[in-house]
């Protein structure tokens, strides 16, 4: 069995752990040594997370977004270009690495490469099939940023205006005198620890309030997402570095539900699933109240990901139908400030900046990418016309675990494919 | 506003209790007042229920069931009829009443029919529209007992066993001694109250086990459904006489889990929901260990349900293809046994029997039924060429307070069609 090591302890490889082989939530019922259930809060540790993040509605209440009446839109193969199986790269540790091996030490569990808007390469692995939604975690808060900036270039929203004005609840929280773009581009001072391994976290509360961990025996805590985001204070002052917190994301999400009388999933349904001509329906997790988590509750396929990256590559046009402003593609492209990125001291995304809860690379594709914990990517590279949707489930969550592979290959990839 | 009296009680009609009307889960997020929650216990209470069988999945965990990859099947609209709506017949209790008008007298989500497979008449309520999944309630009875009775036609069960050879679980518990065809047809000796009112009843502790609603504080009982099964106990020797009982169903879900290795959510996909060319995908509410609730947790679509009963119209043939052994359904048709089910006691069914988890009223249409709480029907009538779908949200559970108007309803449609 390969192994693999990451901060010091060793686990199997994407190949050793494969759900299937290990016959994770097979039996009727699986006996309990095979048994993935919330109540046990071991869904997202390892191996388990390899079958979870493709069965996550199995285990919570979600929403459906439903993909429309029209069919789904052609995803045309490409010409077979080079062997990308077998392209060769060096990672940020200096080891040599070829494509196709690499995935398995990423835990892969699904990848598809749009060339010039047509499919160069796409693979299943783990629990992923071609029609199931995988976790796409905080990949979600792109399309919640990317909506979110559709209404202000609508007018529907301000983004120089303060929260309060549209959700009078958050007066005296953390929110009360930060900007709507300064939410939107992860440059507040909320006083909020993210760290998935403490239990007295503020990351913690946040998953018990939304229901997405079972909380502990005798929590007296909030029991939804808006009743938490009242109780967080402000730590430093808004606007002077970025500092990425998932409640920016639960805001911009509640003041969506609150400005259009739409759900998230029914903006996402109306906005994109149904003109992008999605192949199969979404879903996303909801708190106690109804409410989405749009800081990491989208659940989608790997080809509808993609389809959400061309859509990206291509400026807002679909088809010649304008879904998202091209100018909001055109902002994401300039990124945000580095210099307040820099400030957040994020080692392995050197140069990066952030803007619309999108990541911008500066790199010489001009590439800019959604992410999300475990190892969830969308890459999209316009130098190179390349979009690179994959889903991962990685044993760790921080996306310093599988970067140092992940991103020089897909720089190796976009190199090669714009040659 | 327009009232109804059930059982000495008055509520709205469904008119009245329209929920998108009433506001119920409107909101980001909901008002207290407005808000249907899982926890509250309160979102199968009436008026919330009108909002509920449409939503389930907002509230439970569930599996998907895909509707496939070869889009849908054609449901044709057919030659106007007479108005359908301006039908008169006479109820049970001797009063007139229009088809239109008595939709909301049974708080009707959605109706269709299909004469000769066409489509003649089509209306959705409340909350229901034509994509979402509401839910079928124990018309899911009907496709478990579909699948199982298919896998006896095949051999791999046999109907004449004993149920401890597939499940040695249950050797000791009520079904030690209960053949395969006994449990089909509902005619075990299982000692078990089936009354949703009584919160010590074994229908609550089945919910409770199931994950079906949430339990009390301090519940120490079966966490799963199939620890919930080993307790229950022989209470009259099988095969004596009918008694209809959600358990025997999950019994069956249980089977074919363990036989096929495929799971209940698998098997509707492969042998209904793919040939049948589902329109869109439907669900299966899972307990805490993933196995399916057999006994009423399917949700789908108005026009899936329909296109179900139209392969059992068509004897089990889809286009030409035998989904369905013909041999089945004409069992079906000939029904089970009049005096077992008379020995129930059920006064409001007169004549009918229950075959392989099916109603059959033996009546002048020779018509058969899938039937669920709260008004759910999807009701099969030969010699009328017709298939009635119908979703509802009646205040009461009991079918008894919808069949003095449904029944006499479906058996004048019929009619005026055969006509």
Redesign the interface.
């Known amino acids: 069995m390969s192994m693999l090591e990451f901060d010091g302890r060793r686990y199997p490889d994407g190949r050793a752990s494969d759900p299937g082989e290990l016959e994770w ?1 097979h039996g ?3 006996p309990d040594g095979k ?5 046990s809060d071991t869904f997202m540790d390892f191996p388990q997370i390899r079958w979870s993040l493709s ?1 996550m ?8 977004v ?1 993909r429309g ?1 029209t ?1 789904p839109s052609p995803l045309h193969r490409g010409d077979t270009v080079a062997d990308i199986d077998a392209l060769t790269f060096v990672d940020s540790n200096g080891c040599t690495r070829c494509f196709g091996e690499a995935l398995f030490d990423t835990y892969t569990d699904g990848i598809l490469v749009l060339h010039r808007g047509r499919v160069v390469y796409e693979r299943y692995f783990g629990s992923l099939e071609p ?2 939604p995988h976790a796409s975690q905080s990949m979600t808060k792109s399309y919640a940023g990317t909506l979110t900036a559709a209404l202000v270039y609508e007018g529907v929203l301000d983004d120089t205006t303060t929260i309060p004005r549209y959700l009078p609840e958050l007066s005296g929280s953390a929110w009360h005198d930060a900007t709507l773009r300064q939410v939107m581009d992860m440059e507040t001072g909320v006083l909020y620890t993210d760290d998935q391994f403490d239990a007295s976290s503020d990351e913690k509360a946040y998953e018990y309030a939304t229901g997405w961990r079972p909380p502990p025996v005798g929590y007296a805590g909030p ?4 009743d938490y985001l009242r109780t967080v204070r402000k730590g430093s002052a808004h606007g002077e570095r970025f500092a990425y917190r998932s409640v920016n994301t639960s805001v911009l999400g ?1 003041i969506m ?2 400005v259009t ?1 739409r ?1 998230f999933a029914q903006l996402l349904q109306q906005r994109l699933w149904a003109p992008l001509g999605c192949e199969e ?1 979404g879903y996303v997790s ?1 708190d ?4 989405p988590i749009a800081g990491g509750g989208l659940h989608l396929t790997l080809r509808d990901l993609a389809r959400f990256g061309e859509l990206m590559r291509q400026e807002g046009d679909w088809n010649g139908r304008q879904l998202i402003p091209a100018a909001f593609v055109h902002e994401v492209h300039r990124g945000g400030d580095r210099a307040k990125f820099k400030e957040a001291g994020i080692k392995h995304l050197p140069g990066y900046s952030y803007r619309s809860q999108w990541w911008v690379t500066h790199n010489e594709l001009d590439a800019f990418e959604a992410r999300g914990i475990h190892g969830q990517r969308l890459y999209i590279a316009p130098k190179a016309e390349m979009v690179v949707a994959r889903f991962a489930s990685h044993p760790l969550a921080k996306s310093a675990a599988s970067d140092p592979i992940i991103m020089p290959q897909m720089l190796q990839l976009g190199r090669m494919l714009r040659a």
Not at 35 to 39: H, Q, V
Not at 57 to 64: A, C, G, S, Y
Request: glycine share 10%; hydrophobic share 40%; net charge positive.
């Open positions: 939530m009727a019922p699986p048994r993935i259930t919330f109540e069965h509605r199995e285990l919570w209440p979600t929403v459906n439903w009446r069919g029609q199931l029991r939804t997402m808006c509640w539900g609150r009388g759900s329906d909801i106690a109240a109804g409410m």
